[in-house]
T-cell receptor, first 114, second 110 residues
């Protein structure tokens, strides 16, 4: 059973703080993703990684960075949190291959920036 | 660039009524389409994908390349179908990330 876990379910931070969101998967997946989920906007891709130390920008990378030092762990970093980064953050992972493989999602982290 | 459009934010039906959740896409190549579902207090999970041509929990979806649509259908809605539904697209070239629509909340009333 694939498991994607995220370090916190709820997080409250202040404007200007540095914020770390952690994601861990236990299925040896090559690909990992960070999305943010907002009402009326669906899920939007922030960053993804297809291998250790490899990363690519998604559709809304501004204000975020990522780190993947180990295959099972993918961190999202908000360098200086702002109120417009209040959102639900979803991590996902999948195998790599010649055709699409199902993405498995974590439970999400609801971040509030005051 | 690819785009997925779900025109309805909310769809409310009575139990036993037919359901159709609309999804249209734009992509210049040949995409792979999916429906993901998120039940209350649960994580997002795959419901079905077009290449498998399966019926999952009574839901089906047919890819219509002429109309660039991938509508989700169920002939008789159940209360347990109430959830948030997202249509998503994956391009065969380039990144493996999904492009999601804005989602449709399905409410099935008793």
């Amino acid at each position: 059973d694939v498991k994607v876990t995220q370090s916190s379910r709820y997080l409250v931070k202040r404007t200007g703080e540095k914020v770390f969101l952690e994601c861990v998967q236990d299925m040896d997946h090559e690909n990992m993703f960070w999305y943010r989920q907002d009402p009326g906007l669906g899920l939007r891709l922030i960053y993804f990684s297809y291998d250790v130390k490899m990363k690519e920008k998604g559709d809304i990378p501004e204000g975020y960075s990522v780190s993947r030092e180990k295959k099972e762990r993918f961190s999202l970093i908000l360098e200086s949190a702002s109120t417009n980064q209040t959102s639900m953050y979803l991590c996902a992972s999948s195998y790599s291959g010649p055709s699409y493989n199902e993405q498995f999602f974590g439970p999400g982290t609801r971040l509030t920036v005051l | 660039a690819q785009r997925v459009t779900q025109p309805e934010k909310l769809l409310s039906v009575f139990k036993g009524a037919p359901v159709e959740l609309k999804c249209n896409y734009s992509y210049s190549g040949s995409p792979e389409l999916f429906w993901y579902v998120q039940y209350s207090r649960q994580r997002l999970q795959l419901l079905l994908r077009h290449i498998s041509r399966e019926s999952i929990k009574g839901f089906t979806a047919d890819l219509n390349k002429g109309e660039t649509s991938f509508h989700l259908k169920k002939p008789f809605a159940q209360e347990e179908d109430s959830a948030m539904y997202y249509c998503a697209l994956s391009a065969y070239t380039g990144r493996r990330a999904l492009t999601f629509g804005s989602g449709t909340r399905l409410q099935v009333q008793p």
